[in-house]
């Protein structure tokens, strides 16, 4: 896009994924985003692939963080860009992990610390730098306990580093937890948003503190539009995706006109026991024997006690012996009819993971199903994203995709539809109080 012809706000992200949330800012507000950057090279294949027009740099952004600012710069004759958005993939911290690596520092050592909670220092260096309007910093929920090896070696929670950082260049920050649900997106995900505007009079509005995490929902975050008193009810799985058609873990794994209908397919056993597991239900509360019909008398059992054939529940051999498998009592559980999905995670298409299974079919959601879920593919949007052609690990029957990358990408992302709300509100905010 030649200079002149540039809206007046203009976005980039950083850590952008696959550019789900990037599709919630541009084909949802807008707003282009004009650049982002991405370590890995399917996704930012996937970025290049539905957003032509945007300069996507490709790799680390402990390397490419000053190509990034140069390049906006440039772009931008030097104004700076309307918003930033960053996910940083922070994994977020127990206080036992935050205890350890702060005595760990302050003990002189160098402590044993996941490198990605870091990754934060270049995004707030990129920020430092273009001082963009507003910036949207999106994360797991616990980042608001982490305790990370600051830029001056000193062991310090994020949030109080972001505020240390960014309330002299004139910001006032607010952080709140958001549940999606309440959105209107039809899957449960709460993640740590952070908002921050430099704009003068908006600043004026909603003053600099230092505290910037509130347990109530900030005034900069958008106010729920699901789920409260007066309003409609979160959006339930039956009316996202009641009407499509069955598949089968074993019979019929994928559609015969929709390629991205499709599932994983289940051995026998995993069969066996999700096939007795009713909704909302997990395989190992399975307590009835099929053959007899008598009840298990303890939680561990996993053949009748009576008549000695297997029990439906979830169990494997170790060392020539059969017993329950260990996990948590949220795999092999199937989903509700009538609530949002489970959370979508990377691993969508793995029934031993968390809460995972369709409600009533055998099978785990479809990737046509997680793509509606996670509000990239309801129909809202110009124009429908496209995986096609981008190779991860195995294609599809047809050659066309990558299920792994669709299920990976959705996994990760923030869902559009809710990154149009936050960013539809930070219009609204701006347009009250220019
Ligand atoms: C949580 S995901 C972001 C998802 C994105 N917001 C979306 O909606 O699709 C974080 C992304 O950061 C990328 N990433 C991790 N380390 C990085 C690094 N050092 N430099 C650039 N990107 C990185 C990951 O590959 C991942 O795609």
């Known amino acids: 896009m030649p200079k002149h012809s540039l809206p007046i706000r203009v976005a980039g992200s950083i850590f952008s994924g696959g550019g789900l949330g990037d599709v919630g800012i541009e084909w949802g507000c ?48 030097g104004k700076p860009p309307w ?35 870091r990754l934060i220092l270049p995004g707030i260096e990129v920020l430092e730098a273009l001082k963009p309007d507003w910036f949207v910093l999106e994360n797991v929920r616990r980042m608001e306990n982490t305790i ?14 972001i505020g240390r950082r960014l309330l002299p260049l004139g910001y006032t920050l607010r952080s709140s937890i958001l549940d999606f649900r309440n959105l209107g997106v039809p899957h449960h995900r709460e993640r740590l948003v952070t908002i921050g505007c430099r704009i003068p009079k908006v600043v004026s509005q909603f003053a600099p503190i230092k505290q910037i995490f509130s347990k109530e929902t900030s005034p900069l975050h958008p106010a729920k539009t699901h789920g409260g008193t007066n309003q409609p009810p979160w959006v339930s799985l039956r009316q996202s995706i009641g009407d499509f058609p069955p598949l089968d873990a074993q019979n019929n794994c994928v559609d015969a006109v929709d390629p ?5 397919h289940w051995n026998d056993q995993q069969y066996f026991w999700m096939k007795h597991t009713p909704e909302g239900q997990t395989a190992f509360d399975n307590s009835i024997c099929l ?7 303890s939680k561990e059992q996993i053949t009748c006690g009576s008549c000695n054939h297997p029990l439906p529940v979830p169990q494997v051999k170790k060392a020539g012996k059969l017993r329950l498998v260990k996990g948590f009592r949220s795999s092999y559980r199937r989903m509700w009819w009538d609530k949002p999905a489970g959370t979508l995670t990377m691993n ?41 052609g981008i190779p991860l690990g195995k294609w599809d029957e047809t050659g066309a995709f990558s299920p792994r990358l669709v299920r990976e990408v959705i996994g990760e992302s923030i869902p559009p539809l809710a990154m149009k709300r936050i960013v539809d509100h930070l219009v609204g905010l701006e347009g009250l109080y220019r």
């Open 30 to 77: 807008g707003i282009p985003v004009i650049t982002a950057c991405e370590l890995l090279p399917s996704r930012a294949a996937l970025i290049r692939k539905n957003f032509p027009q945007t300069q996507v740099f490709e790799g680390d952004i402990w390397n490419l963080k000053k190509d990034y600012i140069d390049w906006f710069r440039e772009k931008l004759s």
């Open 348 to 388: 969508s298409g793995v029934i031993s993971s968390d809460l995972k299974g369709h409600p009533d079919q055998n099978r785990v959601l479809s990737l046509r199903e997680i793509m509606k879920l996670s509000t990239l593919d309801d129909g809202r949007w110009r124009q429908r994203f496209d995986f096609s």
């Open 148 to 161: 990370i090896r600051n830029e001056m070696n000193h062991p310090e929670n994020i949030l109080d580093c």
């Open 83 to 117: 918003l930033i958005s960053l996910s940083p993939p922070c994994q977020g911290m127990s206080s036992n992990g935050a205890g350890r690596i702060s005595s760990a520092i302050r003990c002189g050592k160098r402590p044993r610390e996941d490198q990605r909670n």
């Open 260 to 264: 991205y209908h499709c599932v994983p």
């Open 291 to 297: 053959t007899c019909g008598r009840e298990k008398q």
